[in-house]
């Protein structure tokens, strides 16, 4: 193992250790309980387990009566109306066959909402998203608290959804869970094209009516949408994480692969069960060793900045503190193997051709920049990931992928597109930020401008339709926006505007506690500012003019202010009142608001398993001592070398 990858992984597990081995115990003795007494709805009374089954097919009723088979559990994102969500429309029929025929039987347990952040974007209900997560979990929760299930087949792809599925199975630890992908829709109008027209739409020197041609050139067909973002960078995770059958991440919806990976991962629930030779707990799985995993490889592919809110959650469901030092720190020795748009012109389908994730997992392998000896839904062992899926007479077989077929878009470990993983943290006197670098040109990776301060997005973009933006250089700060706000939008539609600017040859850039996820671009950004401004962080004090300097490259996140001068201050602006935050339900989700964690503890309402605390209060998503940081859990962590802060 690289001594970074080692070191980061050892001092994960050691901060870990309590909460763990808390989590462990608990999983282990439900564990245990599944292998010695059988199936779980055998230990049902008859009138709970008459209602199980009351609305069985005829051909399943026997079995559900029976204490021989396993019972698998689908959990399932479907809508029609979300591209991405709309193929799982065929897999219950599909799986279910498939369990069958592999000894066991498989019931629909629940649905999970599923939103699209493409759809609410820069609109109110963009402000739901990021606590859908959470809601996702508990639906996941509520869909598994039957206790009629020895596995579960999860089926979800974008943003919040994959995130909130394995939060809520993490839950139920003892079950095996394998997640099934839907896939990619085929590529449509070039990316490209695609941030061309809209640009020139920004700029006004297009109409809605060819803007909304191109979009619909580009988002064309059932499946993921084809770019970088969140949702792909979700797939691409839980194939590292042993999650996905090998190589199923980005085959297309509606093709004889697809429908073979899918039946194949039915068919895989029941050997991994309790009660065969492979019993394979998604608690046991998702272990330290699995966390950085998915963190390389989100480093390596240059993959959604949101993640730096998941990893730490989904980190957390397994009695697991994963930190953004952690991140910054493995961000220095993962090197950027892929470009694929933002990052480059490429999709996520021209990725899978030039050898996808197979080849990207075995350059890792080889440079020991993943751990090998993890578990998976497969088997033991991460080199089974190597091969991809292809069908013979038929018949799924999985043969090695060896070498880059286009090194425009994934390169090996020896000749990267670049040194590091393109996330960097940044901190200073404004707090702690993310900015992903892996999109923005070197010339832009420092800027020290004067601040424009707005406590909406939408302020932003009239200014820039007024022309109040035009000719100067300046740094846009966007408060308010955090999770204790509003929810921790997405603010994607200031990405155009700004790219405009940047375009005519001004500098500028962007400092938020908002987030601009997977998608973001061109434009240097500070995101996911914590402490926000919502709970008195600093970003409350800039005023118009204050000079900011922002250093992506060095690292550091500064109000050029001096210190005598902020401590006079007092915040300015507001986030809006319960009162004022109505409308497209964003009412019910006060509580969510009261109760979320800072962006660094993942923006939550849940705890460390493993590390509840009858003094874990609103506010508190990671356990800790009065006034103690929200990140710290009793138990010492040294500084590694190198750290950012």
């Known amino acids: 193992m690289h001594p970074v990858i080692q070191q980061i992984t050892d001092r994960i597990a050691g901060r870990s250790a309590t909460s763990r081995a808390a989590y462990l115990a608990r999983i282990r003795r439900d564990g245990e309980n599944a292998r010695a007494k059988g199936p779980a709805r055998a230990h049902l009374g008859c009138a709970n387990l008459a209602h199980g089954f009351a609305a069985a097919p005829d051909s399943d009723k026997p079995a559900l009566r029976g204490t021989a088979k396993p019972g698998v559990a689908i959990v399932t994102s479907y809508n029609d109306m979300l591209s991405a969500h709309q193929p799982y429309e065929t897999y219950p029929p599909e799986l279910k066959a498939a369990v069958r025929a592999a000894g066991g039987v498989a019931q629909v ?12 974007q820069g609109r109110a209900g963009m402000e739901l998203s990021l606590y859908s997560r959470d809601v996702i979990a508990m639906s996941t929760a509520i869909a598994l608290s039957h206790d009629m299930f020895d596995a579960s087949l999860l089926l979800g792809v974008c943003d919040k959804i994959v995130p909130g599925l394995l939060i809520g199975a993490l839950h139920f630890g003892h079950l095996p869970t394998i997640f099934v992908p839907a896939g990619p829709m085929t590529s449509g109008l070039p990316n ?11 700029e006004g020197k297009l109409g809605r009516g060819e803007l909304l041609d191109a979009e619909a050139k580009s988002y064309h067909s059932p499946g993921t949408c084809t770019f970088y973002g969140t949702a792909n960078s979700n797939q691409a995770l839980m194939e590292v994480m042993g999650l996905h059958l090998p190589g199923s991440t980005f085959v297309n919806p509606h093709t004889e692969l697809r429908h073979a990976l899918t039946a194949a991962a039915g068919r895989r629930a029941v050997e991994i069960t309790a009660h065969g030779a492979e019993y394979t707990p998604i608690g046991e799985l998702v272990d330290e060793k699995a966390i950085v995993n998915a963190c390389v490889a989100l480093l390596a592919t240059g993959g959604s900045t949101n993640h730096t809110l998941h990893l730490v959650a989904m980190a957390a469901a397994a009695g697991i503190v994963l930190t953004w030092d952690d991140l910054s720190c493995l961000s220095k020795v993962v090197p950027s193997l892929t470009r694929i748009y933002p990052n480059g012109q490429a999709d996520v389908n021209h990725f899978r051709e030039a050898g996808g994730m ?3 997992i075995g350059e890792l392998l080889d440079a020991g920049l993943l ?21 013979r007479d038929g018949e799924l077989a999985w043969e ?21 993983g393109g996330i960097h943290v940044l901190s200073g006197n404004l707090g702690t930020a993310v900015s992903k670098v892996s999109a923005v040109k070197p010339e832009h990776l420092v800027i020290e401008a004067p601040a424009k301060v707005f406590d909406d997005q939408l302020d932003l973009l ?13 740094v846009a700060v966007i408060r308010y926006q955090g999770p204790s706000a509003n929810g921790m939008p997405e603010l994607h539609k200031l990405t155009p505007p700004l790219a405009v600017l940047l375009d005519r040859g001004q500098r500028v850039a962007i400092v938020t506690d908002g987030r601009m996820s997977g998608a973001s671009g061109k434009v240097p950004a500070a995101i996911h500012l914590s402490p926000e401004a919502a709970d008195g962080g600093p970003i409350a004090l800039v005023r118009d003019g204050d000079v900011v300097r922002l250093d992506s490259a060095g690292g550091t996140l500064d109000l050029l202010v001096p210190a005598e001068e902020l401590a006079r201050r007092t915040p300015a602006g507001r986030a809006l009142s319960d009162a004022e935050w109505v409308g497209t339900g964003r009412e019910l989700f006060a509580t969510f608001r009261r109760m979320a964690g800072h962006a660094e503890q993942g923006a939550g309402i849940f705890g460390v398993s493993g590390a509840e605390s009858p003094h874990h209060g609103p506010g508190l998503a990671f356990p800790a001592e009065s006034g103690a940081s929200h990140l710290e859990t009793g138990i010492p962590l040294p500084a590694p070398s190198g750290a950012s802060r």
């Open 192 to 202: 490209k094209v695609k941030a061309r027209t809209r640009q020139l739409f920004a």
């Open 400 to 420: 090695p992928v060896i070498g880059s077929s286009d090194l425009d878009v994934l390169r090996p470990v020896s000749d990267p597109f670049a040194a590091d």
């Open 109 to 120: 347990a629940g649905g999970v909402p599923a939103m699209c952040d493409g759809i609410t």
């Open 371 to 391: 751990h090998a000896d993890v578990m998976t839904v497969a088997g033991p062992g991460l080199d089974r990931y190597r091969s991809a899926p292809e069908l």
């Open 462 to 474: 009239r200014a820039f339709e007024a022309g109040e933006l035009d000719g100067q250089d300046f």
């Open 358 to 360: 197979q080849v990207l």
